[in-house]
């Protein structure tokens, strides 16, 4: 078991350009999960799947976010048209639904910094 | 809505000395989970200890204990003999019956020789 696994750890763009980050949970685990994550904040929910079923997207997320988990295993994170205030650290973790103590795994980010 | 309330941003403590992290939350669900996540400077997100709604007792796991006041919506991290290696942020979760985790904003520790 690999744990989470997140491509790429780092990614400078312009503004404007668009950006995509995967995310390869643990293997037999059925939830995945994205957060943003700025200096001194705690992770903010951006969407989460269960299976390949996006089952919430958060309010405050724009619509240049998309997030896909086409065949219930790994998941992209597409930023459209991306702005200087996107620039954070993309978080995804992943769990299993039915363990007694369901909690999240967390792979070691993306961070993204927008010029 | 704010869920989760950590209400410290920061704190010094002494090597040896035991610290209490403040946790509140916000929900009228029965069931939900309570999570305490430990970040260091490197980044990674670490599990430290678990309470779920129903259980009648305080988690604990190894120097962590979890004070859980469930009238008072409050979920209190208790480090014991605090360790240089403590030093981090320390974040304070709930996972809500469909299964989403919120988070709170963290309390960033420094635990001083």
């Known amino acids: 078991d690999t744990g989470v696994s997140q491509d790429p750890r780092h990614k400078i763009t312009k503004r404007g350009q668009n950006v995509t980050f995967r995310c390869d949970p643990i293997s037999e685990h059925n939830r995945l999960y994205w957060y943003r994550q700025t200096l001194g904040q705690g992770p903010e929910f951006l969407t989460y799947?269960?299976?390949?079923?996006?089952?919430?997207k958060s309010r405050l997320l724009s619509d240049r976010f998309s997030a896909e988990r086409p065949k219930g295993s790994f998941s992209t994170l597409e930023i459209q048209r991306t702005e200087q205030g996107d620039s954070a650290m993309y978080l995804c973790?992943?769990?299993?639904?039915?363990?007694?103590?369901?909690?999240?795994?967390f792979g070691s980010g993306t961070q993204l910094s927008v010029l | 809505a704010q869920k989760i309330t950590q209400t410290q941003p920061g704190m010094f403590v002494q090597e040896k000395e035991a610290v209490t992290l403040d946790c509140t939350y916000d929900t009228s669900d029965p069931s939900y989970g309570l999570f305490w996540y430990k970040q260091p400077s490197s980044g990674e997100m670490i599990f430290l200890i678990y309470?779920?709604?129903?259980?009648?007792q305080n988690a604990t796991e190894g120097r962590y204990s979890l004070n859980f006041q469930k009238a008072r919506k409050s979920a209190n991290l208790v480090i014991s003999a605090s360790q240089l290696g403590d030093s981090a942020m320390y974040f304070c979760?709930?996972?809500?019956?469909?299964?989403?985790?919120?988070f709170g904003a963290g309390t960033q520790v420094v635990v001083t020789p």
């Open positions: 309470q779920g709604s129903y259980d009648q």
């Open positions: 979760a709930m996972r809500e019956p469909r299964g989403k985790f919120q």
């Open positions: 799947f269960q299976n390949e079923a996006q089952l919430e």
């Open positions: 973790a992943s769990s299993y639904l039915g363990a007694t103590n369901e909690k999240l795994f």
